[in-house]
């Protein structure tokens, strides 16, 4: 499969079309801006008018006194509060759109397909979702407000200093094409750098999640020192990475674009000694010093802002490969299904981006309340016909029916509301016993409370502290495999769907809690199609069809009794099992 591109500038450029939405905010904010920095920058003009009037007049006049402090107050305060409102109509903007951002992933997390999480850990959509969003929040806060605040800023200084002297001004536009030229060298050094410190920050991040996932490991392995050790030297290239930085900006920024200012108006000053004085007025020379410092900053704040904007590309570059990832298609059909009867017809199976062909020329015909048994070795493919059988992945080639139906024509919520599983290891929720089975789907308390019954779960309830309104723990860690398991089987019971697979249930558990379960899975037998998939031969003796699988083929089908008499692989399994067994 081919991966998309996305270049630094169209990512900007979309995240940019964000805006599109708040037009009128952001014009407002803009405006606001605008008038922050005409009331900033007119303070030396003022003072130079004044400076003009005592060297004109000669005398100090104190009423011009009080008149300038009262405008200079004035002006500050005027323009802290439009610094003020415009930096938090932006933050209201930003926040509203990584808001809009987070829920759109989060909605698209739910619609992924299950083969994304073949190749990505869960952790890394978390992350996505919190921490990416957060950087790209910088992005709208942070560097797109100062980027215009610069532009404004830097538009009006040139615009005024022409208007009150021209040939000065034009000798100091000398600075933008320097300017631009300190920038690019700027940059050419700084960015090799900021992806080394990005490189190591992650890297260090990933090391210490990995350190406090695994500490049981680490130390009963007794490599605490080694880890130690490991961070200590990831520390220290990101240390040495961080004071190159600081280096770079210490000696080429600010002290270079400050040379340059003086160079400038050191050449102005020549200038006016060449000129008659009065064509150039002490005040307008006074006004141009502070204007060359006003130029300068902008552009220092956009250099410094570099390694913040390289970390929003980043991150908006893996939230746009999320959101323009593919999502699972699913039907139309809505309806509920009236069987569960399942046909699969030549179905050939490979994962998505493999080679390998898993499932191979699968035909099976399972009859609406029939009871069906997928046995065979470890990597046989039980699980990822299941998975074909739930709708999780698409099948490479054949059709797979369900209620006489394609299953590509059944909506998800048909899907979900019809086939369920039963897996090793159900997710517990650290809720209560009722929230852990209703799962905040419509379901009475009574219902909830007859399906841990059927489930027989009562044995545990008397248990707990507050019967069914226990909290339970983080995943489940107060209870027991078996106890999980029954749970998980109760979550099923309410919503009674017409295909049941029990996918290894009875695998880690214990031998009372899968007596337990034969016992539900005979009453639920009558009611559901039920597919198992048993390790322990022992369980499925008495199901319709036993179907055994190997390298993705079938190769024995038939009863218990009719599978023995052929002496094939399921007899050679079920000898050696009941063998071992019997030891
Ligand atoms: N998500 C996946 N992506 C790629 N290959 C997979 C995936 N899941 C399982 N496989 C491969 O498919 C084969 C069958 O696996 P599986 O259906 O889990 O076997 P079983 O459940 O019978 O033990 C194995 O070779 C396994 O490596
Ligand atoms: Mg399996």
Known sequence: MEEKQYSSWKIIKRLLSYYSKKKHLLLFSCTLIFLSTITEISSPIILSNFINNILKNRIVKIESIIFLTIYFITLQLLSSLFNYLYSIYFSKISTDIVQELRIKMVEIALKQPMKIFDQ????????????????IKEFYEVIVSSFIKSFILFSIILTTMFILEWR???ISSIIVPIIIIIITTHQYYSKPIIKKIKYSLSKLNNTIS?????????????????????????????????????KIDGLLLRPLLNLISSIILSVIILIIKLFPTEIIKISILHTFINYLRYLNEP?????NQQSLLQQAIVSSERIFRFIDSPIQIYGKYTDPLKS???????????????????????NINIPDKSCIALVGKTGSGKTTLSNLILGHYPTTSGILYIDDKPINSLSNE??????????????????????????NRNITREK??????????????DTLPNGYMSILGQGGNNLSQGQKQLIGIARILVSNPKILIFDEA?????????????????????????IIIAHRLSTIIDSDLIIVLDHGKIVEKGNHNQLLQKKGLYHTMYTYQNNNNSL
């Open 210 to 246: 990995e350190i406090i996932n695994g500490i049981a490991i680490i130390q009963q392995f007794n490599q605490e020192k080694n880890f130690i050790k490991k961070i200590k030297i990831i520390n220290n290239i990101n240390y040495s990475n961080n004071m190159k930085m600081l």
């Open 448 to 461: 909830v409370i007859q399906a841990l019954h059927q489930s027989q779960l009562k044995e545990l309830i």
């Open 340 to 362: 569960g009867k399942i046909k699969l017809h030549n179905i050939c199976f490979s994962y998505p981006n493999t080679k390998k062909t898993i499932l191979k020329n699968i």
């Open 120 to 135: 990505k850990p869960i952790s890394s959509i978390v992350t996505k979702i919190t921490s990416d969003t957060e950087s």
């Open 299 to 303: 552009i220092v704040v956009i250099a």
């Open 168 to 170: 000065m001004a034009l």
């Open 414 to 439: 048909t899907l979900r509301k019809n086939i369920s599983i039963v897996q090793q290891d159900p997710t517990i929720l650290y809720d209560n016993l009722i929230k852990n089975v209703s799962l």
């Open 506 to 530: 009875t695998a880690s558990i214990d031998s009372e809690s899968e007596q337990k379960i034969q016992k539900i899975l005979s009453s639920i037998r009558k009611k559901s199609t039920v």
